[in-house]
């Protein structure tokens, strides 16, 4: 552990050796849902992998989980704009945009996607989901808000696929997400 001491136990390195906790109020996100960028887009990293994988992506054992990056939606949202698991996806913000194939499990609720952040344009064109968070930061650490951002998924269109018109479905599955009053 990093803070053991064999001899003194636990030691910060603070004047008491005790650990300091600033506590800090809760902050929205930035960036909420509406009805241009409907979705939640959330973004972390996999178990497996590092930050952008300059060494664990050369390990084949692990890029066998997850072969490349993908966004997972409900199958409520895909159902409603006609996605099927592997369908490339469009994810849009204000910033940018990535296209992903999907993954429909509901490991995400409805109105809400995620998608790990450790391929980049190396990888392919497009598919950097860094290029798409937002910008904000906590004005006390200055840590970044890359977590959480407002999206729009568009399903791009594979050959000989009818898409549904999503719009009304879309609006209200991501109404639970939007402020009271907005």
């Known amino acids: 552990m990093r803070y053991r001491d ?18 800090r109020p809760h902050l929205d996100p930035s960036e909420m849902p509406d009805d241009a960028f409907p979705f939640v887009l959330n973004t972390g990293r996999l ?16 890029n066998k989980l997850n072969p490349g990056p993908f966004v997972e939606v409900n199958p409520l949202d895909a159902q409603a704009f006609g996605v099927s698991d592997g369908d490339r996806v469009e994810i849009r913000s204000r910033r940018g945009f990535a296209i992903l194939p999907a993954v429909v499990t509901d490991r995400v609720l409805p109105g809400a996607c995620f998608a790990p952040f450790h391929w980049n344009d190396i990888f392919g064109n497009d598919v950097a989901v860094n290029a798409i968070t937002c910008d904000a930061v906590d ?12 999206v729009a998924l568009t399903p791009v269109m594979q050959p000989g696929k009818v898409l549904p018109s999503a719009e009304p479905i879309l609006q209200k599955s991501c109404s639970r997400y939007r402020p009271v009053g907005g």
């Open 6 to 23: 064999p001899a003194a136990g636990i030691n910060f390195p603070t004047a008491s050796s005790k650990a300091q906790f600033f506590a």
């Open 47 to 62: 178990q497996h992998q590092w930050h952008t994988m300059t060494k664990t992506g050369k390990i084949q054992t692990l």
């Open 139 to 150: 004005p006390i650490s200055l840590q970044p808000e890359l977590k959480v951002c407002a």
